[in-house]
């Protein structure tokens, strides 16, 4: 949490020019994932966070003066950490939903898109979900389709894994009939590594579109604020679209 006596000059700063967090030596504490490619990975030349929420987290705090220092949680791990002060702000894939909405506040929507259904390669088949009907299927845990595809009903088993690369793998070993996984996460890891032994389902049609955002605690209000204004800033000057291009978003 950043502290008091900042927030209590940013107040009067926000009131006075609608502008985010003057300039200081802070640092803002942000939470991603190491397996979220291509929003939040950790770069395995240089042993450092990259991706485009990242790189957008580093260009808010940048409008602001201020520098992100990121923190790599486990995606189940991150709405914990940001309500236990442990850290400021998430920017990693992560939906914005009702249920989340009870217990952290998103910023403005800055992206959006649906899950998307793998295969292994050697599997000819484009499967709509009927037709997995009593098989088991692996799904992201903590992720808002895992918990559509649990409430289905259809399946032996939906599991549940800490990682895309988990599911993969037990995909391509043919542990599981499919995978479900972010739709620009997967396409990007086959493309980079197109020898994984899985492919993607042509026609799959995700059963819901999504859009992320970033994320503050409740008692955070002025930060949250701050955030919106970075962002709008970011689109209006085209910015934030090129953050994205660079991962091919």
Known sequence: MLKRGFFAGLAAVLVAVAAPWPAAAEAVRVGITPTGVPFTFVDTATQKPAGAMVDLATAIAAD????????????????????????????????????????IDFSTPVYSYGEIM?????DPKNYKIAELKGGVIGAPIGSTFA????????FKEV???????DIVRDVRLGRIKAGFGDRPIVAYQLAQQP?????????????????????????????????NTAID??????????IFARYGL
């Open 233 to 242: 800033r970011l689109q209006r000057s085209g910015q934030l679209q090129k």
């Open 159 to 165: 599991k549940l894994y800490d990682s895309i690369a």
């Open 195 to 227: 020898d994984l032994g899985v492919r993607l389902v042509e026609g799959y049609q995700p059963m819901k579109e999504g859009q992320i955002a970033l994320a503050v605690a409740k008692n955070n209000p002025k930060l949250l604020q701050a955030v």
């Open 118 to 122: 793998f295969v292994s390669a050697q």
């Open 147 to 154: 918990d559509a595809l649990q409430k289905l009903g259809l």
């Open 64 to 103: 602001a003066g201020l520098t992100a220092e990121f923190q790599v949680n486990a995606f189940p791990a991150l709405i914990p950490a940001l309500t236990t002060d442990r850290i400021d702000l998430i920017s990693a894939s992560m939906f914005v939903t009702e249920k989340r909405k009870e217990v």
